[in-house]
């Protein structure tokens, strides 16, 4: 998006059972919430309070510069929320960029939120992604929406709705060395701008939520956004589950499905 987008863990590990990052280090599940420009500040601030509140989480807040010099290094999951993603890519220049790739190839997860989904997919170098997941924007540069309540259906689950503002329209895309993403769950509802170059029925049936892999690590990314809404479309819980998947060593093994990351 242009201006948004182990004695017992080794034996584990040889059977290729999951094994919880945390289980190498006793305490809560270590997130790594980035802010710099291109970050809404509502966005870091509802993500931030949920983890503060929360029990079993530990937030920690990094900057550029500390992703650059090996801050994900101490944390289970980096978290980017909406806003720019563009100007988040930006801001971590080629070095972070390189060091949050590193991260989660080495194990570590990534859940990305509006922005910081656009920010995992494909993409051209003038958008500065980071290439994890074999997806893009269907649209491209075409990215303004608007924003609403958007009513998602996935199997085992009443349909139900979650706040969308402006996020991505996953599209596959095939990539070398990266396996496709799986949709956890679809967009019933849509919203558009034919003005703004986007048009009916390009968001029904797509994915609101998909997982990857890249390399040992795990990537999770929402379209919509669940920590932000009123009654009705704030779903915390997701997120507050979506890390715990994220933060879990071993293979995103298909078919994946919504209870699979997000049951209790």
Not at 36 to 43: D, E, N, W, Y
Not at 102 to 110: A, L, N, T
Not at 142 to 170: M, S, T
Not at 206 to 211: F, K, L
Request: proline share 6%; glycine share 16%; aromatic share 8%.
């Amino acid at each position: 998006m242009r201006r948004r987008t182990l004695l017992g863990g080794l034996a584990l590990g040889a059977l290729g059972l999951a094994l919880p990052r945390s289980a190498r280090a006793a305490g809560p599940l270590r997130v790594g919430l980035y802010q710099a420009a291109g970050v809404h500040p509502v966005a870091f601030a509802a993500e931030k309070a949920l983890l503060e509140r929360s029990a079993g989480f530990r937030c920690t807040v990094l900057t550029p510069t500390e992703v650059s010099r090996g801050g994900l290094a101490e944390q289970d999951v980096a978290v980017f929320m909406g806003g720019s993603g563009t100007a988040q890519g930006r801001a971590l220049g080629d070095a972070g960029k390189q060091a949050v790739k590193d991260f989660v190839r080495g194990g570590g997860g990534y859940v990305g939120v509006c922005a910081g989904a656009y920010l995992a997919l494909q993409g051209e170098d003038e958008f500065h992604k980071l290439r994890l997941v074999a997806g893009r924007n269907l649209t491209g540069d075409a990215w303004q929406r608007g924003i609403a309540g958007l009513e998602v259906e996935a199997v085992g689950r009443p349909r139900f709705k979650l706040f969308y503002a402006n996020g991505p329209i996953f599209t596959p895309v095939p990539t070398e060395g990266l396996a496709p993403y799986q949709s956890l769950a679809s967009y019933v509802g849509e919203i558009y701008s034919l003005a703004k170059g986007t048009g009916p029925g390009e968001m029904p049936g797509t994915p609101a939520i998909v997982a990857s892999a890249y390399g040992d690590g795990r990537v999770l990314l929402f379209s919509p956004n669940p920590v932000l809404g009123g009654d009705g479309v704030l779903h915390p819980e997701l997120m507050l589950a979506g890390l715990r998947w994220s933060a879990t060593r071993g293979a995103v093994a298909g078919p994946l499905g919504f209870a699979d990351v997000f049951a209790a």
